[in-house]
Structure formats: structure tokens, C-alpha cells
């Protein structure tokens, strides 16, 4: 590659290392348009809640219809204030606000928070209204909040541009609501219950600043350590969706989402079509992302204070303590609805129960200590389960009865959890015996509940959380298989059709994509006439089945389109015409291209299986796997994914269907080959990466049994490109970038591989920095790291290939007698919170150093930062590591100080060409 050198005198560019939008959520200065001192009105109360919070920047008050508002400076337009102003929060009728926006333009201001509200919400004229204000926003390069939202607040700083009444507690939580309400209720509910907020943002219509951004920037906050988000709808799913796994990474983000039920059925074109709604996939989308949904305010509020107090289960057996038979079974009815299961208690915790519980206990679980017990059987109870390692979590519960001292038992448990990692939650029932008990909990920290369900619910949230973090860690590649998939004939096949003007293909064209990918497909031909259709059938083998060929009918057998188990000539002839005459009949406005024909596939112990692809209109493509055969929209048995797959996602898909309990052996039945089930999901994963014409695809039924699957029926319907459409554009999640993966010679004819680091790197990574000599080590991390901690290896091996990079150099060794992968250096670059350049960083190990492996690496990682658009990458060097310093100057970095320490050098390096 070669690299441009800036000359040796030119200076470090002046780079924005702030995040974008600190104008906005940190702003040295504010305008409130629309101040007023009317009693009641929005600018009034702005005007009173920015004074009461303490703001700590300048002020100002604008409105021409006053000289005075409070005691703040007050002026007749933003563009008269002395001073350029960060942030103006605007008041005024949305009929004003594009021209407002333009005199904050010409004025400098830099964000807008839009609190008015008459645009979109309000209708066509709206609409436009809202138009006009993002055009004149972006012609002004300012940043916007809203309209029409409660505004934002940061109580740390005195920052409360809300017309909310009353102000929020300082502290941890980062709130993004689409809903002002919903922001007003948080709020109020939080200050009695001393729950505070590093920050409230109430985005409205979100027509410019949408969920991605603010996550980003809540991700560099460090006063944030928990967010919470409550969601009506998503713009940019790719943005949302690379921020929100971001985030996840790092600190706990909770959500609720409204509209699980859509308003009316849309009409299924496709049985993958009918299973399928859009609350479906963004259920998918959270369980990527390491997220957990919550249904209620109340479920989140629980959720955040177990989070909070480190409730930390790494399973779902759940076992429940109880002084109660009906209390026990309601808790055990709710877990089984929310498929928790109840532990199984070893033997050893059941004799110790045995021998410490009264004799009528229920020897079981939910484990039933009867009415009469007290505090030293609860204590028993508790103790053996945990040291179970049946058990992952426990539920105790307690109802008020006249031998048992309620809160002697909460006494006690409370003293027992200071010693034990695993999580409890309690439930004491009723209300004045147990008052004192209830507060004991909530002041220790430790989940409480009136009645058992929801404490139940909390736990499978949690437990769901941790689940969903080991999907967080899934970076799949597109191409799963060492066996290359025939892509360039399933592209000619999809372009063919789309140059005849066709979107559905035809049986033959669906299963030949199949093929070209490697799927087990039915051989299937079209006869045109009962003649044709005998001679297929004899070629093919009889028995055959046969199947109506028309575009626009999906359900086959419900328009009398198919025959099966046709064991001669003859019936094969009467068939056809049947299906002619039948389907002519029901469907008379089909069109009608043959028949197909294709060997009956008779598979003594085979079950009936589905995968389909469907395209979500914000998610892009989504893999749903089920039950299949023509019931499949009464069954609705189905799981629900977002590529890319690997093997983990696609085996937690199929353990999540009722049909898995099927797939072993059942009925005489030997198990089915669950490999070649796994096999199939990854190859359509495969095809909706690299083919993204795919708009929907159905592979029903797919049969499979012991000795492997074959696709017996297949649908694909196609759909031309967008212009401009990037590699993997059309997905949610960025698949594992193997097109980056390259091979070299180094100087002493070494081969080595260069490839993105993945999350299964992270022992090789280990192994890596282990072999390190101490002065590397230090070089690299600027301090004395022995080994990584796991939270700082799952840091640098899970890469969210959007917005940051990683590259490994590895060479094959032989180790006891097997080929492995040896590391030979790592560098990266994550983008910077000004989203225009990048922070690298190099380590290659002491034995492979001058033999031109990092100057491979750089190169490498400078290519793809440019090809990103990024602007500047830049490294901080200790000053006494020359090698590097000359090394990074050889690539063409300019070297400067670090404004922060003398002791750091800061090395520079423009990605882009200025503009002439």
C-alpha cells in the first residue's frame, strides 16, 4: 500500500475528541426561545427548572414580547445574544420553529432541543412543518432533540430543559424515552425511592437524533452505568442495533418496547410470512443484543434494583421455599409459563432436608417447609440450596401465619446472602405482619415482592439477561462452512428472473438456490403435459409426488394443487389433469406453468420441519425455524433469529421450538440428526447474507430423520437492489468480515494469515499476551498487566465490525501432534466519540518483531479505517518506546506531545485527503 507522508514539519491536526453531540447533553451555554413568566406555561416552567436545577453555564431568555423573564439576560431574537449559545431548547408554535432554526443557524448555535409540539403527530400540514425544520437543521449542521418531547436532563451539571415538574436525583441511570409521559411517571417515581439519573432524554419524534446516537454517547459517559429505554419505534436498525450491542458490552441496558400486537392481520404471501410479525423480530433483535424486554414500568423498575444490587444468576433452576402448599404451586404454575424450570434437588440436599424439616414436608420442590415452621427450617431450607449446584436461583416465599416470626426468618436470610453469590428473591405476602420484613429487604439490597408472580418473572428476566449475553458474544461470519457456496450461480439465477420481469421463482429455480448452496434438495422437474408428466416420472422413479407450478399460489394443497405416493404411469397422467382441472377451479386467476414432479420422499422416521426467511421492514431479514407439513400457521410453533448464525445461535434456535422435544427419539423413533438440522439454518443464513435480493423463502416441508434432512418443498421470492446498497447493507447486524481475511509471505518466506479477530480468538488472544515479555506488556497497555482480566479479553475480542476493527497475524504450528494457530501480533482501532477518527493500537510478539508482521497489520487496519471514511487515526506512545515512535513515523504519523502527559507522545495520521 502506499502511504502518504505529510511533510516532516507539519504540525498534528486539531482533532475533536469530544463526542458530537457534548453540545447538546453538555452545553456551556443555553437559550430558551419562548421564556416566558406566564404562570403554568412550557417557557415558564423551563425557565423556572433550569434556575432551581443550578445550572452552572450562561443562560439567556429570548422572547421579543418581554425585556425581563426571571432575572435572566433576555433578548428579542437568539441571533442578539453577545455570545455564540451551545444549546437553544425552543418553545414557540411549530409554525415558527423552521425559521427559528434558521436564525440559530446564522447565530452558530450548535444543538436544539424542540419541545413544541403540531408536526408529524399532528398531520400532513404537520408534516411538512417538520421537514422544513430538519432541511434549515442540517443546512446549519445543528444537531436536534424532538419535536415534540418533554426535553432532556442531566442533574449533575444542573441541566433541566424539561417542562417535567420537579427536578431528578443525580446518579447512575441513563433514561431515553420516546414517551414524555413515560419520562414524567420514571421521574416521579424516582425521587421517593432516592433512584437517580446521570441523564433523561425525552427524543419525541426523533426526526433528526435518533436512539443509535444517544447510545453512543451515553456508552463514553462515564457517569452512566445502567440504560433504560422505552421504545415506540426504530428509524436506522443498523445504527440501532450496532450502538445497542455496544452498550451492552459494557453496562446493562433494560427496555420496553409498546405495540407487541399489531392492529390488524396483513395478509400472509407466504407460510413464513403468516408466523411472522414485526414484534417477533424485535424480540430477535433484543436477544442479539444482550438486552432484556420488559413488559411493565414496574417490571423495570424491579429489574434495575436487582441489576443493581449485583443479582447475578448463570441459570434458569429455579427452587422455591414456602410455609405454603398454595403460595408453592402459584409460583411453580408461573415459572412453568414462562418456561423456568424447577431444580431438580440433588440427593444430598434432600436428605439434609430430611433430616432438618419437619416430617410432613413436601420432599420436593417447590419445597413446602408446611405453616408451622420457623426461622431455623427456613434457615435449613436456604442453606442447602445453596450449595446445590442444581440450583441456580431461589425463591422464598413467606405468608404471615401465627408461629412463624416473619421477620426473625428476613433477619436471618438477610445474614445468609452476604456469604453467597447466588441470587434470591423473596416474597413476603400480605401487608401489615409484614411491613418491617419488607423494608429489612429493600434496605439490604434484596429483591422483594407482594405476591409470587411477579417475583418469579423477575427472576426469568435476569436469568434471560445472562442468556442473552452469551448471544451478544456471537459473531457469526457470513460463510460459515469450509464448503464454498455456488454463489455466482444462485446471483445469475435471481438476476435472470428479475430481467423477466418475475419476483417468485418457480420450485426448479427456488431448490437449485438451495443447491448452489450446498442444502439437500427433492430433484424436482416441470411437465407441460399429462404426456411429459408420464416420462418425467419414469426417468425420476416412481412413486413421485406432483405439485401445481404457478407463482401465485403459495398454499399448494389448499387449491387442490397436489398428489403424492403416484405408484405408475397411470396415475400419474390422471393426476395431472386432476390438478389442471382442480386448481382452474379454486384459483381462476392463477397462472398456471405445469406441473411439478419429483421422487416421493418416503422417510419412515421422518418429522416435518420448517425454515423460512422473511424481510422485516426495519431488521432486513429475519430466519424463523419451526414446525412444519400444511399446518404450519395453526401449529405456530417457532423461534425466531437474526443473521448471521453460527452453530450456538442455530442450536439455541431449535431448542427453543415445542418441535425440538420431538426431534429426539419419540414413538420407537431413534433421534433425528440434529447436525444436519444445524447445517441447513447455517446455509440459509449463508444465503440471505450473500444474496440479498431474498425477500422471503420457505422450505416446507424439510423432513429429516436420523440419517440427515432433504428440502422437499421450496419457495424463494426475489426483489431488485436499492442503488448504492453496501456489502451486508440489508442486515441488522454485521456479519464476521471474512472478505478481510488475506494471506502473505513475510521476508524469511513465512506464510501467515491476517484476519478480523473473533470472539472465539479470546483464549489465543490470552495465550498471546501471556508469552509477552514485560517491557511489551507495558508498552502496550502502559502498565504492568500480567494477564488479561476476562471483562478486559471480552473488551478486545468482541468487535462490533461497524464501528471498530481488529486484526490478528497467525501462522499454523504443530503442537502435540496437531496444526493450531499461533499469534503473532494484534493491532485495532476503535472509532473515537468524535466519530471522525480512530485510536490505534499495535502489539506484535518479541520473537516476530522486525520481521515485518506489523507493518502488514498497519497497513491493514489503515486500509479499512479509510475505506470507513474515517478522517484520522491516532495512537498514544509512551515516549521512551523509540521503536514504535520510528516505526509509526515510517508509515507517515506525525509525532506530537500529548497535551494530557509529557511522557506520551501522540502520533497522527490522515486518513483522507484535504479538500482542495
Known sequence: ???????????????????????????????????????????????????????????????????????????????????????????????????????????????????????????????????????????????????????????????????????????????????????????????????????????????????????????????????????????????????????????????????????????????????????????????????????????????????????????????????????????????????????????????????????????????????????????????????????????????????????????????????????????WMGEEQVESSRKLFEKAGVPTFRTPEPAVELFAQISAYYRNQQLLMQTPPSIVHHLQPHVDSARLIIESALAEQRKVLDEMESKALLAAFHIPINKTVIAHSATEAMTLAEQLGLPVAMKIASPDITHKTDSGGVRLNLHNVQSVRDAWQEIQDEVRRNRPDAAIHGVSIEPMVNKANGRELMIGVTRDEIFGPTIIFGAGGPAVEVHMDRAVALPPLNSFLAADMIRSTRVFRLLGEFRRMPPVNLDAVETVLLRVSEMVCELPWI????????????????????????????????RYGHMAIHPYPSHLVTKHTLRDDTRITIRPLRPEDAELEQEFVRGLSAESKYFRFMNTVRELTQSMLARLTQIDYDRDMAFIAVHDVNKDGAVVEEELGVCRYATNPDGESCEFALVVADAWASHGVGRRLMTTLIDVARAKGLKYMVGQILAHNERMLAFVEGLGFVIGTSHDDPGVKRAVLMLQSPPT
Open 1 to 427: 500500500m502506499a502511504i502518504r507522508k505529510p511533510p516532516r514539519n507539519t504540525p498534528p491536526p486539531q482533532l475533536k475528541e469530544l463526542h458530537y453531540l457534548t453540545p447538546l447533553f453538555e452545553p456551556a451555554s443555553i437559550a430558551i426561545i419562548g421564556a416566558s413568566e406566564r404562570k403554568n406555561s412550557i417557557g415558564a416552567v423551563l425557565v423556572r427548572n433550569m434556575k432551581e436545577g443550578g445550572y452552572r453555564g450562561a443562560l439567556f431568555a429570548v422572547n421579543p414580547g418581554h425585556q425581563h423573564i426571571a432575572d435572566l439576560p433576555t433578548y428579542a431574537s437568539i441571533e442578539d445574544i453577545p455570545q455564540r449559545v451551545d444549546l437553544a431548547v425552543i418553545a414557540t408554535r411549530a409554525a415558527t420553529v423552521p425559521d427559528i432554526i434558521e436564525a440559530c443557524g446564522r447565530a452558530g448555535v450548535r444543538a436544539a432541543v424542540v419541545i413544541s409540539a403540531g408536526f408529524s403527530e399532528s398531520g400532513p400540514a404537520g408534516a411538512e412543518l417538520e421537514r422544513a425544520l430538519v432541511v434549515a437543521a442540517r443546512r446549519h449542521h445543528i444537531r436536534l432533540i424532538g419535536p415534540n418531547c418533554l426535553g432532556i436532563m442531566r442533574p449533575d451539571m444542573g441541566l433541566n430543559a424539561t417542562f417535567a415538574h420537579g427536578s431528578a436525583i443525580p446518579g447512575s441511570i441513563g433514561l431515553i424515552s420516546q414517551s414524555g409521559a413515560v419520562c414524567a411517571a420514571m421521574l416521579d417515581w424516582a425521587r421517593p425511592n432516592n433512584v437517580g439519573f446521570s441523564s433523561v432524554i425525552s427524543i419525541g419524534s426523533s426526526s433528526d437524533v435518533d436512539f443509535g446516537e444517544i447510545l453512543d454517547f451515553l456508552i463514553a459517559d462515564h457517569k452512566t452505568e445502567n440504560i433504560f429505554l422505552y421504545i415506540e419505534g426504530i428509524r436506522n436498525a443498523r445504527s440501532f442495533m450496532s450502538a445497542l450491542r455496544a452498550a451492552a458490552r459494557v453496562k446493562p441496558v433494560l427496555l420496553i418496547k409498546v405495540g407487541r400486537h399489531l392492529a390488524g392481520s396483513r395478509a400472509a404471501q407466504s407460510h413464513t410470512g403468516s408466523l411472522v410479525g414485526a414484534d417477533d423480530v424485535f424480540d430477535a433483535a433484543l436477544r442479539r443484543a444482550g438486552v432484556v424486554r420488559l413488559n411493565t414500568l414496574g417490571q423495570m423498575l424491579a429489574t434495575a434494583r436487582a441489576l443493581f444490587s449485583h443479582f447475578r444468576p448463570r441459570g434458569n433452576r429455579l427452587a422455591i421455599i414456602t410455609n405454603g402448599g398454595g403460595p408453592g404451586a402459584m409460583a411453580a404454575d408461573r415459572a412453568a409459563s414462562l418456561d423456568i424450570p424447577l431444580a431438580t434437588l440433588s440427593q444430598k440436599t434432600l436428605a439434609e432436608l430430611n433430616e432438618t424439616m419437619l416430617p410432613n414436608w413436601s420432599h420436593g420442590n417447590p419445597i413446602d417447609i408446611v405453616g408451622d415452621a420457623g426461622a431455623e427450617h427456613y434457615h435449613a431450607a436456604l442453606a442447602a440450596c445453596l450449595v446445590d449446584d442444581n440450583v441456580d436461583g431461589i425463591l422464598i416465599l413467606l405468608a404471615p401465619q401465627a408461629i412463624t416470626d416473619a421477620l426473625d426468618v428476613a433477619k436471618n436470610i438477610v445474614a445468609m446472602l452476604g456469604q453467597s453469590q447466588k441470587p434470591v428473591v423473596t416474597c
Open 695 to 726: 425477500r422471503e423463502m420457505d422450505i416446507n416441508p424439510l423432513i429429516v430423520d436420523e440419517h440427515g434432512a432433504v428440502a422437499v418443498d421450496a419457495r424463494i421470492v426475489v426483489e431488485s437492489l436499492p442503488p448504492g446498497l453496501e
